[in-house]
């Protein structure tokens, strides 16, 4: 007993207990150890220091760390909620639970907002949506016309602006998704529902390690 609480854990910095994490999102004290594991070994892929890099959240998502990517750009911005320039663990799991199957509809919705609003103004102008348009078309690979992209672009505006103030604000986004929910399908991440199962080896580190005398 004596040798296990002389035992010191090195913890990543920022590190938060499981069991606040879990109270404040959708995983469980036992997700929330797995998703420490995950975030040790993603805080460590480039520069091992603890923290998640920009470059190390792009390699994470898309395999490539030297392409400029919007996208990743936008979801490290977001995740990063102190702006210092890295994700710390807390943040990592507050963020990610966003994407859980079971986390609210409407924190969804306002995480694909506030991914659109590149330049926080509180509104989703005609220019941002037609970037994140281009650069999401890009990440899945698929490549259409200039004309194409401005019939999306105009065709999600005259939809989703009903004020027809050349902007889409906060109100209008959520009622424009409701309508069009496969906006958002790409806000929710089903393995993050059994990250236990998805990550078995990491569970079962951690065990080991905690009972070692």
């Given at each position: 007993?004596?040798?296990?609480?002389?035992?010191?854990?090195?913890?990543?910095?920022?590190?938060?207990?499981?069991?606040?994490?879990?109270?404040?999102?959708?995983?469980?004290?036992s997700e929330?150890?797995?998703?420490?594991?995950?975030?040790?070994?993603?805080?460590?892929?480039?520069?091992?220091?603890?923290?998640?890099?920009?470059?190390?959240?792009?390699?994470?998502?898309?395999?490539?760390?030297?392409?400029?990517?919007?996208?990743?750009?936008?979801?490290?911005?977001?995740?990063?909620?102190?702006r210092n320039?890295?994700?710390?663990?807390?943040?990592?799991?507050?963020?990610?639970?966003?994407?859980?199957?079971?986390?609210?509809?409407?924190?969804?919705?306002?995480?694909?907002?506030?991914?659109?609003?590149?330049?926080?103004?509180?509104?989703?102008?005609?220019?941002?949506?037609?970037?994140?348009?281009?650069?999401?078309?890009?990440?899945?690979?698929?490549?259409?016309?200039?004309?194409?992209?401005?019939?999306?672009?105009?065709?999600?505006?005259?939809?989703?602006?009903?004020?027809?103030?050349?902007?889409?604000?906060?109100?209008?986004?959520?009622?424009?998704?409701?309508?069009?929910?496969?906006?958002?399908?790409?806000?929710?991440?089903?393995?993050?529902?059994?990250?236990?199962?998805?990550?078995?080896?990491?569970?079962?580190?951690?065990?080991v390690e905690?009972?070692?005398?």
């Open positions: 007993m004596g040798c296990f609480s002389s035992k010191t854990t090195k913890y990543t910095p920022g590190y938060e207990e499981p069991t606040v994490l879990a109270s404040e999102t959708s995983f469980t004290v929330v150890e797995a998703l420490y594991e995950l975030f040790k070994k993603l805080s460590s892929s480039i520069i091992d220091d603890g923290l998640i890099h920009k470059e190390e959240l792009q390699f994470a998502l898309f395999r490539n760390r030297n392409t400029k990517n919007l996208f990743a750009d936008r979801i490290f911005d977001l995740f990063d909620v102190k320039g890295v994700i710390e663990f807390g943040e990592f799991v507050r963020s990610l639970s966003i994407f859980h199957p079971d986390a609210p509809l409407s924190d969804k919705i306002d995480f694909a907002f506030r991914l659109y609003d590149l330049r926080q103004t509180g509104y989703i102008e005609r220019e941002e949506l037609k970037e994140m348009v281009v650069a999401l078309l890009h990440e899945s690979d698929l490549i259409l016309s200039e004309d194409y992209i401005e019939l999306i672009v105009d065709k999600t505006y005259t939809d989703a602006d009903t004020k027809g103030d050349g902007r889409i604000d906060q109100e209008e986004w959520k009622e424009f998704v409701w309508k069009n929910p496969s906006l958002i399908k790409n806000m929710t991440l089903p393995y993050l529902k059994d990250i236990t199962l998805a990550f078995p080896s990491f569970v079962l580190k951690s065990e905690d009972s070692e005398m």
